[in-house]
C-alpha cells in the first residue's frame, strides 16, 4: 500500500469514526450503544493496528487489509442513528466487516488467500447482507430487545415469527460458515512449523474466540436478548484483541532485532553459529551450509556435500554473500522469509562468523576428501610417534595387520604389530638407534599377521618435524607386496622349471632379439656344449654368425619372420661350432615373449648331422646294392652268352653239320639228329630269354634308346616312344630301363590298354624323367604287388622319385624322376 | 662258283668259328680266314679281302655294329651272327649296312647265300 492510499485512508477513518464517536456519545440508547460502543472501539483497534502494519511492512497485504476491517467497522455505529433509514442501513451493513475479517483471517500471515478460499469469503458477503436486509424486511425492530431503537425503514410487512425464523436461519449459515473457518484455522495452526504457530498462534487464538462468541451470541439472541448480548460483546472484546496479538507479533519481531545484540554477544562466547542464529530467528530447524570454493559446491559444517537445491521442503534459504561472492545459506522455516529484514539482519551480524565457518567448512571438507582417499588408498599409512606407538593409520594397516579393530591398534607399538617376533628386537634397536633424527629409510619386511597369514610389506618412512625442527612424528608409508612376491615366486618356480627343462633336453635353444643378437641367458646347456661356445661369450653376438655362409641368408629371412610375429616351419640348415666344425641343425623360428614382456624370437633345433649321414650311407648302401645287383646279372648274361648260348649254338651246328654228312639211309639217324637239334633250338631260345631277363646287354652297349626299342617290339600292344639318343650313367640307364619295362609288363597284364607310351627326356635341371603312360582301366596301385615297388627302390637309391597315378577309368601314369648328378653315386 | 664265295668268320668263340668253318665249307664256302675280335675282323678282311664276312655281333673289344661302321666303301657283305635274336638289335641291324641276321643256331651255307646278293 502506497504512502498516499495510507494516508486516504487515515483521513477516511478519522472522519468514519469521528462521526462513530459522535453517535456513540450522543445516543440515547441503552445495550445497543454498549454494543455499538464496543464495536467502535474494535474498530478503531483494527484501523490503528492495520495502519501501523501498513507502515511497518509496505510489502505485506496484512496491515491494509486489518484497515479495511476497521474501516468498515465504523458504518455499524449507523445504527445509533436517530433517523429510521440511517439506522437501518447501519444495521444491514454492520456485518460488511466480517466480510474483509474473513478475508483477513483466511490469508493471514502472507496476505494471500489460499486456492479454494475465495467462495467462503463469498459467501460470508452474501451471509453478512442478506441476513439483515431480510429481518429489516420482516422485522420493525431488528435489533432484539432494542425497544427505543427506530423502526426499519425498510420493513416490509411485521411478521414477528417470519424474522425469528429468517434470524436462525442465517445464524446457523453463519454458525456453518464459521465451522467451516474454524476447522481451515485449526488444520493450519496443527501443520505449521514452531516459528510459524507463534506467528498465526495469538491471531488464531482470538480469533476462534470470537467466531464461537459471535454464532454462539447470534443463535442465543434470538431467544434471549440480554445473554446474547452478552455473548457478543465478550466476543467483540475477543475480537478485538486480534489486532493487539497481531501488534504483538510485529513488536516481537522488533524485539528479536535487539536479540541481534545477544547475537553479537554470543558469537563472541564461541556460541555455535548455528546455534547462536537459530536462536536469533527463533528457528531451532535452522541449518546452515557453506559455499565450498574449491569443491563448487554447498557443504555443511561437517564439510560434506550438499544436494542441490539446498533449500526445499519447509525450507526456505538466504544467502550471505561477501565481495560479491556466496559465503553461507541459511536455510530457515519458510515463515522467516515474512522476515526479510531480520533474516538480513542477523546475516549481516553473522557475516564474520560466516566467512570463518565457511573456511572451516572447507578445510573440513578437504580434510574428509583427504581422509576418503587416505582410507581408500591401497597403500599402508601409518603415523607412528618418536617411541615406536602408532598414533594414527588408514584402513590398509588394520587390512594388512589383520586387525579390523582400530581400538587394537592405535598406541601400540609397530613392531608388535608388523615385525616377527624374531626380528623384533634387532627393529627395535634399529629405531631407537635413528633416534632422534628418523633420517628417511626404505625397508622390506615379512611378518605373520593376526590372522595367521604371511605378508610382505615394503616401507618407506620419512620423519615429520615441528617448527623447531625437533621430528615429533614418523610417518610410514607401504606397499602389502604379499602377492607381487608370491607371483614373483611362482613366475621364478617356472623360470627355473623351464631353466631346468631347457639346459636337459638334448635340443637347441637360442633366444634372439628382433635383430637375430642372442640375448643375455639366450642359449641352452645343449646348444653351448654342443657349438663351444659359453652364454656369456654368445650374449649380444649374432645367431647369424654361427650359420654357414650358404645357409645365412635363409636363416636371416626366418629370423625376420618370426620377429614379425609369423612362426617359420622347420628348416635344415649347416651350423658351425667353434673349431669350424658343421653341424646339420633342423631349426624353427618361433616368436615369443620373454618374463619381461618383450618380444623375442626362440631358436629350437635339433642336431641331424649323424641322422643325415646315416641316411647318406644307407642311400648310398642301396644304390651300391642296386649297381651290384645290375652288375652280377650283367656278368650273368654274359656269361650265359659266353659260355652256355655259344657252347648249344656250336653244338647246333655241329648236329647240322652230322646230319648233312649222314648217308642218305640213315634216315633214323637223321631224324634223332632233327629231333635233337630242334631240342637244342627251344634250349637256345629259353636261355635267350633268361638272359634277356637278367640284362639287356643292348643297353649296356648301346644305351636306353636301342634297348627300349627292342623292348617295345616285344610288346604286345602298340608303343609310342620317346627317347634321347645320348648316353647316361649305367645305374640310370639301368634304372629307366627297369621302370620302362616293369611298367610296360603291368600295361600288358592289367591296363587293358589299346596304346601306351614310353617318354624319356632330361628336363632343365638335369633330370632324367621317365614316363610310361597308357589308355587303360587305371586303379593301379604299386603297394599291391604289381613289381613297382622294387623300382622304388632302385630309384629312389640314385636320390629320384617315384610316382604312380592312376585313377580308374582313366588310365596309368608311372613317372620317375632321377637326378643325372645325385648326391650318393654308386660306386 | 660257290668255291669262289670266300668268306671270313668272325666269332671269339673257336668251337663256333670251327664249326661254322666245316658247316659253310660243307655247303660250298670258301673259308679264307678267321678272326677273334673286331681288330683282327678289320685287319683280315684288308689282307684276305672276302667276298662275305660272317661276322659275330658280340665281340669282345667292339660289336659288330662297331666293325661295319669302319668298313670302308669296298666292303664284303656282312652277315651279322649272334646266339641272340635278331630282335634283341632291333633296328640297328637295319641301319648297319649287314646284309642280314642269321642266329648261330641257324647258320647254314644256304641260309648265308639267301642274303647275298
Not at chain 1, 465504523?74 to 433509514?85: I, K, N
Not at chain 1, 420493513?155 to 446457523?172: I, K, N, Y
Request: glycine share 8%; aromatic share 6%; hydrophobic share 50%.
Amino acid at each position: 500500500m502506497t504512502r498516499r492510499r495510507l494516508a486516504a485512508a487515515v483521513g477516511l477513518g478519522a472522519m468514519l469514526y469521528g462521526g462513530a464517536i459522535y453517535l456513540v456519545a450522543t445516543a440515547e440508547l441503552g445495550e445497543p450503544r454498549a454494543l455499538i460502543a464496543m464495536i467502535t472501539v474494535a474498530g478503531l483497534i483494527f484501523t490503528v493496528v492495520g495502519t501501523i502494519a501498513a507502515l511497518q511492512r509496505p510489502d505485506n497485504r496484512t496491515g491494509a487489509q486489518m484497515l479495511a476491517v476497521g474501516l468498515l467497522w465504523s458504518v455499524g455505529a449507523l445504527q445509533l442513528a436517530e433517523r429510521p433509514f440511517w439506522f437501518t442501513l447501519g444495521y444491514v451493513l454492520s456485518g460488511v466487516a466480517f466480510v474483509a475479517f474473513a478475508h483477513l483471517i483466511l490469508s493471514y500471515p502472507t496476505g494471500r488467500l489460499h486456492p479454494g478460499d475465495e467462495w467462503l469469503v463469498w459467501i460470508v458477503l452474501a451471509l453478512v447482507t442478506l441476513g439483515p436486509l431480510a429481518v429489516s424486511l420482516v422485522d420493525p425492530t431488528p435489533i432484539p430487545g432494542c425497544d427505543d431503537c427506530p423502526q426499519s425503514a425498510f420493513l416490509v410487512t411485521d411478521r414477528p415469527g417470519l424474522a425469528q425464523a429468517v434470524g436462525v436461519a442465517f445464524g446457523l449459515l453463519a454458525a456453518s460458515v464459521a465451522a467451516a473457518v474454524f476447522v481451515r484455522l485449526v488444520r493450519r495452526f496443527r501443520a505449521a512449523s514452531p516459528p510459524l504457530r507463534r506467528v498465526i498462534g495469538p491471531v488464531y487464538f482470538f480469533t476462534l474466540i470470537a467466531l464461537v462468541g459471535l454464532v454462539t451470541a447470534n443463535l442465543v439472541w434470538t431467544f434471549d436478548a440480554g445473554a446474547g448480548f452478552a455473548i457478543e460483546l465478550a466476543a467483540l472484546g475477543a475480537l478485538a484483541l486480534m489486532p493487539i496479538a497481531f501488534l504483538a507479533g510485529i513488536l516481537r519481531t522488533r524485539l528479536q532485532r535487539a536479540g541481534i545484540a545477544d547475537l553479537v554477544i554470543a558469537l563472541g562466547n564461541g556460541r555455535p553459529l548455528r546455534d547462536a542464529l537459530a536462536d536469533a530467528l527463533g528457528d531451532p530447524s535452522l541449518q546452515l551450509a557453506y559455499w565450498s570454493s574449491q569443491r563448487q559446491a554447498w557443504v555443511d559444517d561437517e564439510g560434506r556435500t550438499l544436494k542441490d537445491p539446498i533449500a526445499r521442503g519447509a525450507h526456505a534459504a538466504t544467502f550471505v554473500e561477501q565481495g560479491g561472492r556466496p559465503v553461507a545459506a541459511l536455510l530457515h522455516d519458510r515463515s522467516l522469509a515474512d522476515q526479510r529484514g531480520l533474516v538480513d539482519a542477523v546475516a549481516a551480524t553473522a557475516s564474520l562468523a560466516f566467512e570463518k565457518e565457511r573456511l572451516q567448512a572447507e578445510l573440513r571438507a578437504q580434510y574428509r576428501f583427504l581422509e576418503t582417499i587416505i582410507d581408500t588408498a591401497p597403500s599402508l599409512l601409518s603415523v607412528v610417534d618418536t617411541e615406536g606407538r602408532i598414533r594414527n593409520f588408514n584402513r590398509a594397516v588394520e587390512v594388512a595387520s589383520g586387525l579390523r579393530d582400530r581400538a587394537r591398534i592405535e598406541g601400540r607399538y609397530f613392531w608388535e604389530i608388523f615385525i616377527d617376533p624374531v626380528e623384533r628386537e634387532a627393529m627395535i634397536q634399529r629405531f631407537h638407534e635413528a633416534s632422534p633424527a628418523f633420517p628417511a629409510s626404505e625397508y622390506e619386511n615379512v611378518f605373520t599377521d593376526a590372522l595367521g597369514n604371511e605378508r610382505v610389506i615394503a616401507w618407506k618412512t620419512a620423519p615429520l618435524v615441528d617448527q623447531n625442527g625437533d621430528v615429533v612424528r614418523i610417518v610410514a608409508g607401504g606397499i602389502d607386496i604379499t602377492d607381487r612376491k608370491r607371483r614373483e615366486l611362482e613366475l621364478q618356480r617356472q623360470w627355473d622349471f623351464a631353466t631346468t627343462v631347457a639346459n636337459t633336453i638334448p635340443s637347441f635353444i637360442v633366444i634372439t632379439d628382433h635383430d637375430a643378437v642372442v640375448v643375455k641367458e639366450g642359449a641352452n646347456r645343449a646348444f653351448c656344449d654342443a657349438f663351444g661356445r659359453t652364454e656369456e661369450e654368445l650374449e649380444g653376438t649374432s645367431f647369424l654368425e654361427l650359420v654357414a655362409r650358404d645357409d645365412e641368408f635363409a636363416a636371416r629371412m626366418a629370423i625376420a619372420g618370426a620377429a614379425n610375429g609369423v612362426p617359420q616351419a622347420e628348416r635344415e640348415s649347416c651350423w658351425l661350432t667353434l673349431d669350424g666344425r658343421e653341424r646339420t641343425v633342423a631349426w624353427t623360428a618361433t616368436p615369443i615373449t620373454d618374463p619381461s614382456g618383450n618380444a623375442r624370437v626362440l631358436v629350437s633345433g635339433a642336431d641331424i648331422t649323424d641322422r643325415k649321414r646315416q641316411e647318406a650311407e644307407v642311400r648310398a648302401s642301396r644304390s651300391r646294392i642296386v649297381a651290384a645287383t645290375d652288375a652280377a646279372r650283367r656278368r650273368l648274361e654274359r656269361n650265359l652268352h659266353d659260355g652256355a648260348q655259344q657252347r648249344l649254338a656250336a653244338l647246333s651246328l655241329s648236329l647240322r653239320l652230322a646230319e648233312s654228312r649222314l648217308p642218305a639211309e640213315a634216315a633214323e639217324a637223321r631224324e634223332i639228329l632233327v629231333a635233337a637239334r630242334a631240342e637244342l633250338t627251344q634250349a637256345l631260345e629259353e636261355l635267350r630269354e633268361l638272359a634277356r631277363g637278367l640284362h639287356p646287354n643292348v643297353l649296356t652297349d648301346r644305351g636306353l634308346g636301342p634297348a627300349l626299342e627292342a623292348l617295345v617290339l616285344r610288346s604286345p600292344i602298340p608303343v609310342e616312344i620317346d627317347v634321347p639318343d645320348e648316353r647316361f650313367p649305367p645305374a640310370i640307364e639301368a634304372a629307366a630301363y627297369y621302370v620302362t619295362a616293369e611298367a610296360l609288363a603291368n600295361v600288358a597284364k592289367y591296363a587293358e590298354a589299346s596304346v601306351a607310351e614310353v617318354r624319356i627326356a632330361e628336363e632343365d635341371d638335369g633330370a632324367i624323367v621317365i614316363e610310361v603312360v597308357d589308355d587303360g582301366v587305371g586303379g593301379a596301385d604299386p603297394a599291391r604287388g604289381s613289381g613297382l615297388e622294387g623300382l622304388v627302390d632302385r630309384v629312389e637309391s640314385l636320390d629320384g622319385a617315384f610316382a604312380v597315378e592312376s585313377p580308374a577309368g582313366g588310365g596309368t601314369r608311372v613317372r620317375a624322376t632321377i637326378p643325372t648328378s645325385p648326391r650318393v653315386l654308386p660306386l | 662258283m660257290d668255291k669262289s664265295v670266300t668268306i671270313l668268320v668272325v666269332d671269339d668263340h673257336p668251337s663256333f668259328r670251327r664249326c661254322a668253318r666245316a658247316l659253310l665249307e660243307a655247303d660250298g664256302f670258301a673259308v679264307v680266314g678267321e678272326a677273334e675280335d673286331g681288330a683282327g675282323a678289320l685287319t683280315e678282311i684288308g689282307r684276305l679281302q672276302p667276298d662275305v664276312v660272317l661276322l659275330d655281333v658280340q665281340l669282345p673289344d667292339m660289336d659288330g655294329f662297331a666293325v661295319l661302321e669302319q668298313l670302308g666303301p669296298d666292303t664284303p657283305q656282312v652277315v651279322l651272327v649272334s646266339s641272340r635274336e635278331a630282335s634283341d638289335y632291333n633296328g640297328l641291324i637295319g641301319a648297319s649296312g649287314a646284309r642280314g641276321f642269321i642266329a648261330k643256331a641257324e647258320l647254314t651255307g644256304a641260309a648265308v647265300r639267301l642274303l647275298l646278293r
